[in-house]
């Protein structure tokens, strides 16, 4: 608590810096000092993720992929802390293992690494070898980090709060503390349980069987509990070394289209969706193939929510304004009788890379500007319902339009997005999965 308070107020206090001196210097002047602040603001949060873990760290891996909270240059540096975290002792994750499995991990193992190859927010990730000589990573989570989950989300809403108003007063964007904290405590829930992660994974195999180059892994559920999740190893290289520099630009733009295939048959065509898109979920395999991660956390939705987000990705390609009228009101974003035009214009500027009829490049899409002019339709119509899968859903397209705009693949993106709407709407056989 003393550790997040005293980062709440030196991150809050810097910012209240910035507005102080902002009457006696040159707009570019302030523009220089506001970036400095989130840079130095972005690396205090990475410093001190990397201590608390749990609560604190999924809540910095959100805030990495928040465009609208923060400018690209501090969000660079919060991304980082994917790759930060120290890992636990090894006397500790042997005790784990033994709880849950029932025996310690020289017993159950033909081989296990002592020493982590992954560490992340809720657990490690060790190499190792079943009896039958089968190579898998044994997902560990930490001992205790569930009993302090309550109190780790208490500790952390002040700086909720104060990144919010960083949000409302620096970005010009409306963030609603309330919901960020209840999203954050929805998956956090659902990401310490592995039994219901290792079901996600079958269940994700399942749906993605007939794309050769999709890779989802194995669960091994004898090997697996509530806290322990053994799976099959999928080799490859992280997805943040895809968008770094250098990388072959024919390779990327495989990847681009290929995350934004698999992205909207999740919402269009099975309706279930993985709501945690940050580059430490997926990697790049050889071949090339597409493996998709740590699927602890997913969103299933209602049918008639899945047919109308398809039927609205129908009627916006068609420019169909009062299906697309029809479509708010059955989503929840409009009650009957409400004026659609605001919701449309903000459809078409969200959407306009898929709208071109041409190629484009994802980077010519100014998203910030884009944001404060969504938040200033919404303010100016009031447009505050926020049905629940909406959160997640913005989510996973903000996690969409980052990659995209990384890795600047230039190509006919309406003509893709037609293609992806047009192969949901196609008759198929009915293998809805089971909430």
């Not at 009457?23 to 690396?43: E, I, M, W, Y």
């Not at 990475?46 to 400018?71: C, H, I, W, Y």
């Not at 929840?332 to 004026?339: E, H």
Request: glycine share 6%.
């Amino acid at each position: 608590m003393l550790k997040v308070g005293t980062l709440t107020t030196s991150v809050g206090g810097s910012y209240l810096w910035q507005a102080l001196k902002r009457p006696f210097q040159s707009q570019a002047q302030t523009d220089r000092n506001l970036l400095d602040a989130h840079v130095r603001n972005a690396g205090r949060i990475v410093e001190r993720s990397t201590e608390l873990k749990g609560a604190f760290m999924k809540l910095v891996q959100m805030l990495s992929m928040r465009n609208d909270l923060l400018p690209p240059a501090a969000l660079e540096i919060l991304a980082t802390v994917q790759s930060s975290v120290p890992p636990m002792d090894a006397a500790a994750i042997r005790a784990q293992i033994t709880r849950e499995l029932g025996a310690p991990p020289e017993r159950l193992f033909a081989a296990f690494e002592t020493e982590a190859f992954a560490a992340a927010s809720l657990g490690q990730v060790h190499r190792a070898r079943l009896p039958s000589g089968a190579a898998v990573v044994v997902k560990i989570q930490y001992p205790g980090v569930e009993e302090t989950v309550v109190q780790d989300l208490k500790n952390i809403r002040a700086l909720i709060a104060t990144l919010v108003r960083i949000g409302r007063d620096v970005m010009g964007q409306k963030i609603d503390a309330t919901e960020v904290a209840r999203e954050l405590e929805d998956r956090l829930r659902e990401e310490l349980d592995y039994v219901n992660e290792a079901a996600n994974l079958t269940r994700f195999r399942s749906l993605f069987a007939d794309d050769p180059e999709v890779v989802i892994p194995e669960p091994v559920p004898e090997f697996s509990s509530r806290r322990v999740l053994t799976m099959h190893v999928a080799e490859g290289y992280p997805l943040g070394d895809i968008l770094a520099p250098g990388v072959d630009q024919e390779l990327k733009d495989w990847v681009a289209i290929k995350y934004f295939q698999v992205l909207w048959r999740q919402i269009f065509e099975f309706g279930i969706l993985h709501t945690d898109p940050h580059p430490g979920n997926y990697m790049v395999t050889h071949h090339p193939h597409l493996c998709m991660l740590d699927l602890g956390s997913v969103l299933v939705f209602d049918e008639s929510i899945r047919r109308a987000y398809l039927d609205l990705a129908v009627s916006l390609l068609a420019d169909d304004t009062a299906a697309m009228s029809a479509c708010f009101v059955r989503l929840g974003y409009l009650d009957p009788g409400d004026d659609p035009a605001p919701m449309i214009r903000i459809l078409r500027i969200v959407f306009e890379p898929a709208l071109v009829d041409a190629d484009y490049d994802p980077r010519q899409y100014q998203s910030v500007e884009r944001a404060m002019e969504v938040a200033q339709i919404s303010l100016e119509h009031r447009l505050f319902k926020s049905p629940g899968h909406r959160v997640f859903l913005f989510r996973a397209l903000i996690g969409l339009e980052s990659y995209v705009q990384q890795l600047g693949t230039v190509t006919n993106w309406r003509r893709v997005f037609r293609e992806c709407v047009e192969r949901a709407s196609a008759p198929r056989p009915a293998r809805r999965p089971k909430r």
